[in-house]
């Protein structure tokens, strides 16, 4: 299974409380800074901010930007209903060391239309 649909499937698996794959792709000296917070976080912490989210979210496969054994690019967008709908794109950055994820950062950009009129694909598929 490729990288980015492993992560993919850690982070659904994630959403509905189930970690195990999450905490065997991240490495144990995972860090990342967060960069709506402005602190570092692990994957503890990762996890915590997942289990809280409260919003209704269907997220998109992500599409590889690029990709090597060292570095895995991704974006992705979601649908995002908070009461009203919502959609952003996303572009994470992961760095790997020994085949984990060692650090990673997250860019989000608020849209002003829903990304699926546009591209290959329907919400339907993610939900």
Known sequence: ?????????????????????VDQIYHPDYRS??????????????????????????????DVLYENDEFLCIIAYQKVSDPET?????????????GQILSQKTTVQELDFDPSEHLDWNWEDYQ
């Open 86 to 98: 919502r959609y952003r794109s996303f572009i994470t950055a992961i760095n790997y060391k020994d």
């Open 33 to 62: 800074f967060d960069l709506r917070t402005g602190i570092y976080t692990n994957i503890d912490d990762d996890k915590v901010i997942v289990t809280t989210e409260n919003e209704e979210i269907f997220t998109s496969y992500p």
């Open 1 to 21: 299974m490729s990288r980015v649909k492993i992560y993919q499937k850690a982070w659904s698996l994630a959403l509905k409380g189930d970690f195990s794959l």
